[in-house]
């Protein structure tokens, strides 16, 4: 049989892993109900996978996992491989003896109706260092996810970096590391240098919190894995500047080797999200370094994000092929040019060391014809957004008359206003196009996106939380190019339970009805 993806007479894809029609949601965990300040590992996502399940879904998809920094987005973050301590559950600490009820007391005056980063830096932190001092305490007697010495020699690799560096940072008052004093401006200095002794109990504290996110995280998956559901992460294509990744590895990045300062910065020029483009300032990779040391980092990347998920959705694939360079001191990200990024030889790498990987390829908005080449060559599933589709022509690529088998489709994403927020602020040129399209009088606008999701050719259709909940845009979880007030939504228990009990078993059948159950 022939793969779909593929142009008669050319060579066989790399990756032909999405065979089977099926159902998401798309739901990032900072989002999930309690009374901690923001989403935890707690029973809050026993109840998530149990929607999931009785709803006929089967995969769920989050953003980007890592430790947040500047503007809380998930993608930026100090570190590529480390995972979010805002995530860790403070109550299983407590039901291990490291914690007790007040010390959780500060959380409890934070919002449930939003997270409050800068509250919940102040009043978390120290809760979980105080857990890192009562674990010393212990001398080891109390290691409620298994031996954290093992844990530490097991991910020294980058958990050595990461740990310094958060400490360091912590020393030198939040600033980024090209402030910092010569002697530890970079990891390799930084590691034998007098402060890096003077840090050594934070920067265990730092690792401790990894120890108990990756503890927690490991019982998530179990969980999902026991009911069916898979879960799809999420990995930017660029690391952050301020990160132990840039600290620890200048020489995979276009920075001046001398003060860490970048060279060129990321970004896309001007498109659907911001006239101005999108100045994003992660640094460039220099991919001819990564291409002699074999893709190593990146190698090891993709090994953490499948440690953590089961499918890996790469933001921005278009970067492999061209990526838009644009001048470090430029205010916008108008000014730039494109460049050749590494191209198949990446993708024929990542075959050959994680022949199983399951990716998928984030390539929205103008691709050229480059790009698409690419993208069918490697065989991955693109994307397709259903908000995108309307209020132009019927030759709209994202139209469902046009899409591919081989995709996911999305009413919208975490970059999209909600389906009904979207529908009611849209022009009524727009609104006629999608009324007439599918053939609806537009009252439950929203429904009508996640009907069409279903019933589209993609082979994977993912559905915010928000959406399912008919929520408008005041649930929006992020606005490209907005510098604050992005990443703060969560829902309400009486939400999630409402749905469950009203729309689970319309979900199911509506899944059964399109195929979509799943193996």
Known sequence: MTNPSQRPGSSPA???????RSAGALLHPTSLPNDQGVGVLDGAVDQWLAFLSAAGIRYWQMCPLGPTGYGDSPYQCFSAFAGNPYLIDLRALVMAGLLTDADLEPLHALPRDHVDYGGLYAAKWPVLFHAHQSFKACQGSVQPYGDFSAFRAEHAPWLDAYSLFMALKDRCNGQPWQTWPEEIRFFYRAKTSALAGEVADRAEAYAFTQYLFFGQWRLVRAKARALGIELIGDAPIFAALDSA???????????DQKTGRPLSVAGVPPDYFSADGQLWGNPLYDWRAHTTASYAWWLDRLRSNFAFCDIVRIDHFRAF?????????AKTARTGEWKKGPGLAFFHAVKTALPGARLIAEDLGELTPDVRILRDATGLPG????????????????????????????????????SLGWYRTATEKTRDHVRRYFRVGGAEAGWDFIRAAYASVSRIAIVPLQDYLSLDSRARFNVPGQPAG????????????????????YLAALAALYDRSGP
């Open 14 to 20: 790399l990756f032909n892993w999405l065979a089977t």
């Open 383 to 418: 994307m397709a957004i259903l908000q995108f589709a309307f209020g132009g022509g019927s030759d709209n690529s994202y139209l469902p008359h046009h899409l591919r088998a081989n995709s996911v489709i999305y009413p919208g994403t975490h970059d999209n206003d909600t």
């Open 486 to 505: 992005n990443w703060q939504w969560r829902f309400a228990p009486a939400q999630l339970d409402k749905l469950h009990r009203e729309s689970a078993p």
């Open 245 to 255: 990744d840039a600290w620890a590895h200048p020489e995979l990045f276009q920075l």
């Open 321 to 329: 092929d061209t990526y838009w360079s644009i001048p470090a001191e």
